[in-house]
């Protein structure tokens, strides 16, 4: 079935790629850019019931968390 469209690809490869090519590429920039630099990130702490949470106090809880992961399953957790 592609035999016969063989020349016809092969004379238009390059089309065909730039127009595969310009199709994805904005789709991964979207994808994986960044939204916001590191000043936005810090600015912005999650909230619970309005209350922005304490970054010491979430570490503290989740190795309180992993600890006893760690003591009733008798093995490392996965990340």
Do not use: C, D
Not at 55 to 79: E, F, W
């Amino acid at each position: 079935m592609f035999i016969a469209h063989g020349e016809w690809l092969r004379k238009y490869s390059r089309w065909i790629l730039a127009a595969v090519l310009l199709i994805l590429v904005p789709g991964f920039v979207v994808l994986f850019s960044t939204t916001g630099g590191p000043s936005r990130r810090t600015s912005e702490l999650p909230t619970i019931h309005g209350k922005p949470v304490n970054p010491a106090a979430y570490q503290q809880a989740r190795a309180a968390t992993r600890t006893q992961l760690i003591i009733n399953g008798s093995r490392i957790p996965r990340h």
